[in-house]
């Protein structure tokens, strides 16, 4: 069963916009907190952005005034919206939830026990 699921990848110039999307199953969707992280080649998981079940956001400095955490509570939909992309952006981008305990912090993200299948960002220049 597939808990999450990204879309919303792909190619973009220096400086564009890409918005990447999360279905989450019923039950992954009443996490404490979810959020996004990223894998570039070569580089360990970094956390990009945490979105607490209470609307509380937190972001990694190296995004933040740029990238944007959202949650459709509807729809059981969790968003990234990205703007102003870098090369440096480029990565494997994967949503986490975490259920219970720990912090919720864009930090605490890459270690979330429940995760996607990640989907491609490349920012070229």
């Known amino acids: 069963q597939v808990q999450l699921a990204e879309s919303g990848g792909g190619s973009v110039q220096a400086g564009g916009s890409l918005r990447l999307s999360c279905q989450a199953s019923i039950y992954i969707f009443g996490s404490r907190c979810m959020g996004w992280f990223r894998q570039a080649p070569g580089k360990g998981r970094e956390g990009v952005a945490a979105?607490?079940?209470?609307?509380?956001?937190d972001y990694a400095d190296y995004v933040k005034g740029r990238f944007s955490i959202s949650r459709d509570n509807d729809e059981n939909v969790l968003s990234l919206q990205m703007d102003s992309l870098k090369t440096e952006d480029t990565a494997v981008y994967y949503c986490?939830?975490?259920?219970?305990?720990?912090?919720?912090?864009?930090?605490?993200?890459?270690?979330?026990?429940?995760r996607g299948q990640g989907t491609q960002v490349t920012v070229s220049s």
């Open positions: 986490a939830a975490v259920r219970h305990g720990g912090d919720c912090n864009s930090q605490s993200v890459p270690d979330f026990p429940f």
């Open positions: 979105i607490h079940r209470d609307g509380k956001v």
